[in-house]
Structure formats: C-alpha cells, structure tokens
C-alpha cells in the first residue's frame, strides 16, 4: 500500500510541475507581449519627441554642404590653375597638356559628368567627359540647353539648374566659374556637370520611414526626393536649413502613419491572444505523450550502454524533474566511464611506448656521439673533397638522428612542470626569435597579436618549447608568401593562445591521430612534435583544441590558466586591482 502512495505521488509531482510549466508560458508570453507593447511605446515617443530627427537633419544638412564645398573647392582649383589659359588659347602647348591632365583627374569622379567649357554668350566651347558621362552633351548636343534654368551665386560660384532626369537623361547641375584672363580679350568660364543624384542621395539616411520623408526643395519650387526625381508631397511640408540660395532641405510629415502601428498592434496582440490558448491546449496534450516516450528513453539508453555503446547519451533538456535528474546522472556515469576507458588504454599506450623509446634513446644515444666525434674527426684530416662533402652529409644524419632521440627521451621521459606566473609578452618575445628567422627563410609571413599584458601559470621552458614546436608545424605547413600567427586573450579565469596558419590544413580524419605518437603526415617528421606538447600542456594544467581544414589551414587553440589555481580572493581581488592600475 506504502508502495502506491510512492507512485502516485511521484506522478502527482510530474503533474504538478507540467502544470506550473503551463503557467510558466502563459506568465511568459504576457511579459513578451507587455515588453513589446512598451518597446513600441518608447519607439512611438522617440518618434513624436523628434530629438533623434532633429540631429539627422542637421546632419544631413552638413552632408549636403560638405558635398557643395567639396565641388566649389574642386571648380576654384580648376578655374585658378595657371595652365588653364594656355589650354584656351593654345591647345596644342606643353601647358595645355598639363591642363587636360588635370581636367582628366577631376573629370573622373563618379559624382561628376565631365568639366564643360563656355563662352562669353554661355556656349559650349569644349568638354572633357568623366567616367559617368552620358547623354547630350557627350554623345550629342541635341537637347542641350542651359538658357532656361534657374540660376543662383554663392560665394562667387554660380549654380545653374537643376536639370530634372527626362527622356532616359539623368538630372544635373552645372557649377560655373569664371576662369582668370586668358589673354584673348573674352570671357571664358569652366563649369563642373554634377549629378544631382550624388547630392540627393545623402538624404536617404534622414527621416523615419513611413512617417518623415526627406526632401531637397529647388529654385522655381521644384521638390525632389533621394533619387533626384521630382515628388509629390501627400504631408505637411516642414522647413529645413538651407544649403544654397533657393535650395531648401524639407521634411514631409504624414502624422496619419504613425497611428496606424497602433491599430495593427492591437489587431497582433489579438492574434498572439488567440495563440497562446491554443499552445496551452496542446501542451497538455503534448505533455501526456511526452512523459512516454521519456520513458522509453531511458530505457533504451540503458540497453545501448550495456550492449557497449559508450557514446550514447541521452537528451537532459533544460526539465528539473525526476525524469531529466536520471537522465543527467545516466549522462555523467557514460561521460566517466568512458573517460576512465579511455585514460587507461591511453595510460597503458604510452606507458609501453615510453619504455620502449627510453630504451631505444639510451642504447643509441652512445654510439650516435661516438660516431659524430669521428665524423668530425675524419672532416678535419680529410684533403680529398668529395669524401669531405661525404662526411658533411654524414655529420648532418647523425644530428638528424640525435634529435630524434632526443624527442624520443622527452617522449618516454619527460620532465616535471615548474609552473609560475609567466608573462605573455615574454613568451611571445622568445618565441618570435626563433620563429621570425625560420618563417623569413620559407618566405612565410609571422606575427604575434593580442593583449601582450595577460599573465599564464605555467612553465615558462615547457610553454617555449609547446609555442616553438607548433609554430615551426604551422611554419612547415605553409606555402610561400602564407602567414602565421599567435594571438592572446582573455576569457574569465583562463587565457587563450591561437596559432593559426593557411596552410594544407588536416584531413578530417586526422585530426584524431596528429596527437597519436610517431604519426606524421611530413617525410622528414619524427610524428612526436605535436604529442610532447600536448604531454606538455597537460601537465601545465591546459588543454590543446585542433580545428582544420584541407586547403584553408590549422588553428591549434591552447588554454590555461591565468592565475595560480587555488588562489584566495583577497589575492585574486588584489590581482585584480592591480590589474586595474596597470590598464589606467
């Protein structure tokens, strides 16, 4: 009897908690809609209070008339240059050539059609066309007319048009100054062909869509929008500063838009009403199904595990009842198994490698000096050289060797961390001394990166040796003109060091056996490089993450610790302070 009251309980509770789950969605979607009911109250505000518009509008203006300074600049310059007579009266002189080259350059801008020319009687006299040029008067002159167009002056400038874009032409302006005396007894004037659109187009980042328009008003009435084609004003019409004589920034204001959001918000809120009895609805009935197959879940994770199925893990969700609590504990019992697996056949590997590269290290270590010391012996007596360049090579074998005896020694045997704290300047300083001059010789490009201020706990002889035999990998893996590079950051408690490179990069399934002893995917490669240093940075408490790619490159990512483990907080918000000072 005690037992049902158990299960009845248990299922009391599940009940209990699905059922605050439902009023945990509806309390959630009344916080949604009430944070978006008030986001669109303040957006509304921000709208009406108008201080963000005033500031676009204001910038905008100066937008508008930096543009207009920039061209006046350009057009005294030209009108100014003292090459510019000689191109009037002598078109053929080595200063007329000077003066077309300039008129070329500035010709060339995408905010211009060209540089024209006029006489005394305001005709077209020449042109030097820009990249934009196009219609009348570069491919005809028919339709081209400047007789009729509104006509302003500021500061000594005078400002013709606009034309407005017709029959497939683009709209225009035409600034005009009179050029200084070209010696011929008239008056000769050089004019920049702007187009309008280039200055139009700065008011499109002013305004607030829908609801504010800006728009450019000219001479004779004329308004136009962002495109630089003549609009139609359907709002009130608000005065802005003006640019030039005649020419007006304007804002139109439809004030019927913005109460519109307000009638689609209700009519939304509505939906989303109407939505949230539904989802309730259906996740009662969704939940007497779920509590199934969570079941059977477990069930069949356990079958999986006993059958020998390591990496099976089951779902555990964000639920903290009793169902996700097995789950998480089934999880955490797989997870520690298999790592105890691993870590022991792991352990026992290395174990018999070790033995054996000690060995293997020892009794060849002997023979390998004595053979050196002959060879070097034998190259100072030798007269003969051939034989001399022989005994070189020879000499050079027997170094190789060493070293691979060497990196089976650290192998089998290595040495016991010292940590301390370690500065990343200094490393990265160490490093790039004896890495700057290997990547120089493979013509490869080698930098350090980050904040150089950040501090490690580790072995500062262990750690140059980790950078030094990762960044040579990187170094080797690169083709000419590649780049290689360490960066340092921050993350919490703990600072990450990058080497990344652009080199072949790793097959996909390498990246498991690069870390595995004696494998390489070099010829000349001892396959022990990349496994002493992960030896290394274990025992300095850190973790090594490899990610790669064939053709796009490696990027091997280390992590430890910034400070020293078990640290007091006094020490650590001392430390912290310090820091503090320093970065003030």
Same mark, same amino acid.
Request: charged share 20%; aromatic share 6%.
């Given at each position: 009897?005690?037992?049902?009251?158990?299960? /009845?309980?248990?299922?009391?509770?599940?009940?209990?908690?699905?059922?605050?789950?439902?009023?945990?969605?509806?309390?959630?979607?009344?916080?949604?809609?009430?944070?978006?009911?008030? *986001?669109?109250?303040?957006?509304?505000?921000?709208?009406?209070?108008?201080?963000?518009?005033?500031?676009?509008?204001?910038?905008?203006?100066?937008?508008?008339?930096?543009?207009?300074?920039?061209?006046?600049?350009?057009?005294?310059?030209?009108?100014?240059?003292?090459?510019?007579?000689?191109?009037?009266?002598?078109?053929?002189?080595?200063?007329?050539?000077?003066?077309?080259?300039?008129?070329?350059?500035?010709?060339?801008?995408?905010?211009?059609?060209?540089?024209?020319?006029?006489?005394?009687?305001?005709?077209?006299?020449?042109?030097?066309?820009?990249? #934009?040029?196009?219609?009348?008067?570069?491919?005809?002159?028919?339709?081209?007319?400047?007789?009729?167009?509104?006509?302003?002056?500021?500061?000594?400038?005078?400002?013709?048009?606009?034309?407005?874009?017709?029959?497939?032409?683009?709209?225009? +302006?035409? %600034?005009?100054?009179?050029?200084?005396?070209?010696?011929? =007894?008239?008056?000769?004037?050089?004019?920049?062909?702007?187009?309008?659109?280039?200055?139009?187009?700065?008011?499109?980042? &002013?305004?607030?869509? =829908?609801?504010?328009?800006?728009?450019?008003?000219?001479?004779?009435?004329?308004?136009?929008?962002?495109?630089? /084609?003549?609009?139609?004003?359907?709002?009130?019409?608000?005065?802005?500063?003006?640019?030039?004589?005649?020419?007006?920034?304007?804002?139109?204001?439809?004030?019927?838009?913005?109460?519109?959001?307000?009638?689609?918000?209700?009519?939304?809120?509505?939906?989303? @009403?109407?939505?949230? !009895?539904?989802?309730?609805? #259906?996740?009662?009935?969704?939940?007497? *199904?779920?509590?199934?197959?969570?079941?059977?879940?477990?069930?069949?994770?356990?079958?999986?595990?006993?059958?020998?199925?390591?990496?099976?893990?089951?779902?555990?969700? *964000?639920?903290?009842?009793?169902?996700?609590?097995?789950?998480?504990?089934?999880?955490?019992?797989?997870?520690?198994?298999?790592?105890?697996?691993?870590?022991?056949?792991?352990?026992?590997?290395?174990?018999?490698?070790?033995?054996?590269?000690?060995?293997?290290?020892?009794?060849? /270590?002997?023979?390998?000096?004595?053979?050196?010391?002959?060879?070097?012996?034998?190259?100072?007596?030798?007269?003969?050289?051939?034989?001399?360049?022989?005994?070189?090579? %020879?000499?050079?074998?027997?170094?190789?060797?060493?070293?691979?005896?060497?990196?089976?020694?650290?192998? =089998?045997?290595?040495?016991?961390?010292?940590?301390?704290?370690?500065?990343?300047?200094?490393?990265?300083?160490?490093?790039?001394?004896?890495? !700057?001059?290997? @990547?120089?010789?493979?013509?490869?490009?080698?930098?350090?990166?980050?904040?150089?201020?950040?501090?490690?706990?580790?072995?500062?002889?262990?750690?140059?040796?980790?950078?030094?035999? +990762?960044? +040579?990998?990187?170094?080797?893996?690169?083709?000419?003109?590649?780049?290689?590079?360490? *960066?340092?950051?921050?993350?919490?408690?703990?600072?990450?060091?990058?080497?990344?490179?652009?080199? &072949?990069?790793?097959?996909?399934?390498?990246?498991?056996?690069?870390?595995?002893?004696?494998?390489?995917?070099?010829?000349? =490669?001892?396959?022990?490089?990349?496994?002493?240093?992960?030896?290394?940075?274990?025992?300095?408490?850190?973790?090594?993450?490899?990610?790669? @790619?064939?053709?796009?490159?490696?990027?091997?990512?280390?992590?430890?610790?910034?400070?020293?483990?078990?640290?007091?907080?006094?020490?650590?918000?001392?430390?912290?302070?310090?820091?503090?000072?320093?970065?003030?």
């Amino acid at each position: 009897m005690s037992g049902f009251h158990w299960s /009845r309980n248990q299922r009391l509770s599940l009940v209990g908690r699905y059922t605050l789950l439902s009023v945990g969605v509806v309390v959630c979607a009344l916080l949604a809609l009430s944070l978006f009911y008030q *986001r669109f109250s303040n957006e509304l505000i921000d709208r009406l209070t108008g201080e963000r518009l005033s500031a676009q509008v204001a910038a905008t203006s100066n937008k508008l008339s930096a543009f207009l300074d920039t061209r006046i600049y350009q057009l005294v310059t030209l009108s100014n240059h003292p090459a510019m007579p000689a191109f009037i009266e002598a078109p053929n002189s080595p200063q007329a050539e000077e003066a077309l080259t300039l008129l070329r350059v500035e010709a060339d801008s995408p905010d211009l059609y060209g540089v024209l020319f006029f006489d005394w009687y305001d005709n077209l006299d020449r042109l030097v066309a820009g990249q #934009a040029a196009s219609g009348p008067p570069y491919w005809s002159k028919n339709g081209w007319d400047i007789s009729g167009l509104p006509r302003v002056e500021h500061e000594g400038i005078e400002f013709i048009g606009p034309k407005l874009p017709e029959n497939g032409n683009s709209g225009w +302006i035409l %600034m005009r100054a009179h050029i200084r005396d070209t010696g011929l =007894g008239q008056n000769t004037s050089v004019g920049l062909h702007v187009r309008l659109a280039s200055l139009t187009e700065l008011l499109a980042s &002013a305004g607030v869509s =829908g609801v504010i328009d800006p728009l450019l008003r000219t001479p004779g009435g004329i308004v136009l929008d962002a495109t630089g /084609r003549p609009t139609e004003v359907n709002g009130e019409l608000i005065e802005g500063p003006s640019i030039l004589p005649g020419w007006n920034l304007v804002m139109s204001v439809r004030p019927g838009t913005i109460l519109q959001p307000i009638d689609e918000t209700r009519f939304w809120l509505a939906v989303t @009403a109407a939505v949230i !009895i539904v989802v309730i609805l #259906a996740i009662f009935f969704a939940l007497s *199904r779920s509590l199934r197959r969570r079941v059977d879940t477990l069930v069949q994770g356990a079958h999986s595990i006993a059958s020998g199925d390591l990496y099976y893990r089951l779902p555990e969700g *964000r639920r903290r009842d009793e169902i996700s609590t097995v789950a998480k504990a089934f999880n955490t019992m797989a997870w520690q198994l298999k790592d105890l697996i691993d870590r022991t056949v792991r352990a026992e590997k290395l174990a018999v490698l070790g033995q054996f590269a000690t060995g293997v290290a020892h009794e060849v /270590r002997n023979p390998l000096a004595t053979m050196k010391t002959t060879v070097q012996a034998l190259v100072r007596k030798e007269p003969d050289g051939e034989r001399k360049t022989l005994l070189d090579d %020879m000499g050079h074998q027997i170094d190789r060797l060493s070293r691979v005896v060497n990196d089976l020694l650290a192998y =089998g045997r290595p040495g016991e961390a010292c940590p301390q704290v370690t500065e990343i300047r200094d490393l990265f300083r160490q490093s790039s001394r004896v890495l !700057i001059p290997v @990547a120089k010789e493979a013509h490869v490009r080698f930098y350090t990166s980050g904040d150089s201020r950040l501090t490690i706990f580790v072995d500062p002889d262990q750690m140059l040796q980790i950078l030094l035999n +990762i960044g +040579i990998n990187a170094i080797q893996a690169c083709q000419p003109d590649g780049t290689v590079s360490l *960066r340092a950051e921050r993350h919490k408690d703990q600072v990450e060091i990058r080497i990344t490179d652009d080199g &072949a990069g790793i097959p996909k399934e390498h990246l498991l056996d690069v870390v595995q002893p004696f494998f390489t995917m070099k010829s000349k =490669g001892t396959g022990l490089g990349l496994t002493i240093s992960q030896q290394l940075v274990e025992s300095n408490n850190g973790t090594i993450n490899i990610e790669s @790619a064939p053709q796009e490159g490696t990027t091997i990512t280390l992590k430890f610790p910034a400070t020293k483990p078990e640290t007091s907080k006094e020490e650590t918000s001392k430390n912290a302070s310090q820091d503090q000072d320093s970065d003030r």
